[in-house]
Each structure stands twice: as C-alpha cells, then as structure tokens.
C-alpha cells in the first residue's frame, strides 16, 4: 500500500468512526447491552476457529525463537477466553456512565448547574501482544459511547483479525453504527504515523504495549494520549510485617502470573525481618523456578543470590526474575520505589497502621496496596468489568480504567430567561 492509498485509508477509517461515534451518543443503554450481548454468543459460537487462529499465532513465535513469557502473553486458552467472555458480561450489567451527574453546583445566580458524563468520541487503540485486548477495548469504548480504531501487534495478528471480525459483525447485526469498531489488520508502522495526525476525527489515542511504543507515540501524536505505562513495581516488607503474611504476598506478586503488568519485579526487605523472611522466600522462588538477583546484603543471606546491578532496578522483567535489596528503613524503601518505579502498583507489606500511612501518603503510584499483593491491580478485581489500561499517568484518568475513565464531561446549564447582567 502506497503512501497515499495508506493515507486515505486511515482518513476514510478515522471519517466513518466519526460519524459512527455521533450515532452511538443517542443510544440507549439496553440497546449497547444487547449489541454485547450478540457478541457474547458470537465468541461463544466461533471458540473453535478463534482458538485455531490464535495457535498460528503461537506457532509462529515459537519458530521465530520468541521466549516462553512472551508467548503466554498472546496466548488465548479457553480459561482465558472464558474469562473475556465473563468480562463482558460484567460490563454490560454495569451502570452505563453516559448522562450521569458527575457534579451539582450551586450558583451564585438563578440557574441549574449540573456537570454530566458524556462520551469522547473516537479512540484509537494501539497494542501488542494480548489478543483479548481487541475485545476488552471494544465493550468498554462501546459501553462508553465511544467508536474505537483498533490497531493490534503483528505478534497477534491472526487471533486479533479473527476476534475483531467477530464482533464486528455480530454487532452490526445488533444495531451497532458501522465503524464504531474497526481493525487495522496491516501490519504497516506508517499506518500508526498516519492515525496520529488526525486530531480532526481522533479524541484520544491509548497505546499499551512496549516502553518504546508509548514513546515514539508520545513524540508523534497531534492528538491527545492516555498511556498504559510500564509496571515496575515493588513489594516492601515492613520491619513489622506478619512473616507468613509477607511471604505468600511476595510469592504471589512474582509467580501467579509473571508476564503481566501488575507483577513484582523489585521486592524490598527490612533489614530486622530479612533473615526471617528471606531464605524461605528464595527457596519457593527456586522451586518456581525464578531467577533471584540482589544486593550485596542479601546474597550475604542467601549466598545463591545473584548480583543486581544498576541497571537492574530500573528493569521491568515480565518473567520469573526478580530483583531484591535489603533497606535499612521505610523511608529508603519509599524513596527507592518514587527513584526507580513506574508509578503502576506498590505495595507494603506490615502491621504497623502509621507505616501503612506513610507509605501510602508519600508512594507516588496510580495504585497502593497494604499487606495485598500488587496482581490485585486490574480493572476485572477492581469491579470494572475488565480495563483498556492501567494509567500511569495523573490526567485525566489515573490506574485501572474502565468504562468511566472513557468518558468525560459537559455542563448543563438552564434557566428561565436568566441573562447576565
């Protein structure tokens, strides 16, 4: 596709999700429910064909010599397809946010005030790896009012085609607009140079994925950006924190799914509890079969410990590796997690109310968590049905978003006659 034929086609995708978008604000929310609803049985219906597309999609990264944690992130069993299916229908029984009161203001002059939640309009969606973020992305910016352009990894391909036609059509079917959902199936990177430049049609781009991903779009686009930023975060064990407590949470951090964003990769120990905690803790790890690299205090603990370096700290990992050092207060804790962390999720492990305090007060995270381990941060947990991202950012939406975090607002201002005098 030429550079022309590429510009057009990106325009033509951005003009029909425009006029999409301006349909789906009149749309009332038991018609948005059934259209989710028709998708549910459409998923349900095509298992067979979505899972044998997303194999090829395995296969593929297994030849290219891809590594195992990379290729559970675009795997798509059927636990986790059932679970996407579980996640839209938690979000079709979810309050629908359009033309809610956000806010009631009480003015100095005789006129309503209401401030309500409306919907933006268009969302491009950029991502890599995980197929079921086609489908997440597109129930929530529908549920929310918004048209979204999904524009997914080559890593996926096949699976996210084969679920993004899925939906289409069996949404289209129901009643949706077309083009409130389309896909951008080629894998041509100057189709995303393209999409964000076209602040006329666009409201929002979301990317998720890659460091290098969300920078190059931060850099390039004209239009506004809501990113899903890395997850470098820390489980810190308290002086005071219950010793078993303490060693299922950091267990659980790491190993329940190592892949995922919301998984530890930096965990920071007191040094009065860590020759309490850390040689039972290395030995489930070992049994795990997670790397373990440290400071020079803990391998003197535990003597099978690898040196961190530097660099280490600063490392999202997304795999069984973790990286610990011994802190000799909560303080160095806390400043060691707002130097080298992402602002994603951070957690403290301890007894200790005022500690708890502190450490949530002076934490600069999108989420915090007391003596709860940091895989709680994700939006189907939080009762949000499933998330387009966790925000690491402070405007205008910041951690796990849902359908809410895909709106914003308008006054509503009436009277009777009231002019301005």
């Excluded at 033309?99 to 991502?127: C, F, H, Q, W």
Aim: hydrophobic share 40%; aromatic share 4%.
């Amino acid at each position: 596709m030429g550079n022309n034929e590429l510009k057009q086609t990106m325009l033509s995708k951005a003009q029909i999700a425009k006029s999409a978008s301006r349909k789906l604000v009149s749309m009332s929310s038991e018609q948005k429910n059934n259209i989710l609803l028709s998708m549910v049985d459409a998923l349900q219906q095509n298992i067979k064909e979505i899972l044998f597309y997303n194999e090829i999609d395995i296969q593929a990264a297994k030849d290219a010599g891809i590594g195992s944690a990379f290729i559970d992130r675009i795997t798509l069993n059927e636990k986790r397809f059932y679970n996407m299916i579980k996640s839209i229908k938690d979000v079709i029984f979810l309050q629908d946010p359009i033309g809610t009161i956000a806010e009631e203001i009480i003015p100095s002059v005789n006129i309503d005030i209401k401030k309500i939640r409306v919907s933006l309009g268009v969302i491009a969606m950029i991502y890599e790896a995980r197929p079921n973020v086609t489908v997440d992305a597109a129930v929530l910016c529908l549920k929310a009012g918004n048209a979204v352009i999904l524009k997914g990894g080559y890593e996926a391909i096949n699976s996210n085609k084969i679920l993004a036609k899925t939906i289409c059509v069996a949404g289209i079917k129901a009643g949706m607009p077309l083009g409130a959902i389309q896909f951008i199936d080629t894998m041509d990177r100057n189709v995303i140079c393209e999409l964000l430049h076209l602040d006329d049609f666009i409201d929002l781009v979301i990317p998720r994925g890659s460091e290098e991903l969300i920078k190059f779009i931060k850099n390039h686009s004209t239009i506004p950006v809501l990113f899903h930023g890395k997850g470098l975060c820390h489980t810190y064990i308290d002086k005071d924190a219950d010793v078993n407590m303490a060693i299922n949470i950091a267990l659980n951090a790491k190993c329940q799914s190592p892949s995922v964003c919301n998984a530890m990769e930096t965990l920071l120990i007191h040094k009065d509890l860590a020759e309490k905690v850390l040689p039972s803790l290395c030995k489930l790890y070992n049994d795990a079969g997670v790397e373990i690299i440290g400071c020079e205090i803990s391998k003197k603990i535990v003597n099978s410990i690898k040196s961190a370096t530097e660099k280490d700290w600063r490392t999202e990992y997304l795999d069984l590796k973790i990286s610990i050092k011994i802190v000799d207060s909560l303080e160095e804790a806390i400043e060691h997690i707002n130097k080298y962390g992402s602002m994603h999720s951070d957690a403290i492990v301890t007894n200790d109310k005022k500690n708890a305090n502190k450490f949530i007060a002076e934490v600069d995270s999108s989420a915090v968590f007391v003596n709860a381990s940091t895989r709680l941060h994700d939006g189907n947990v939080f009762g949000l049905g499933c998330e387009i991202g966790i925000s690491t950012q402070k405007l205008h939406a910041r951690g796990a978003m849902g359908i809410k975090e895909l709106t914003t607002t308008k006054y509503v201002v009436k009277g009777n006659g009231t002019i301005r005098i």
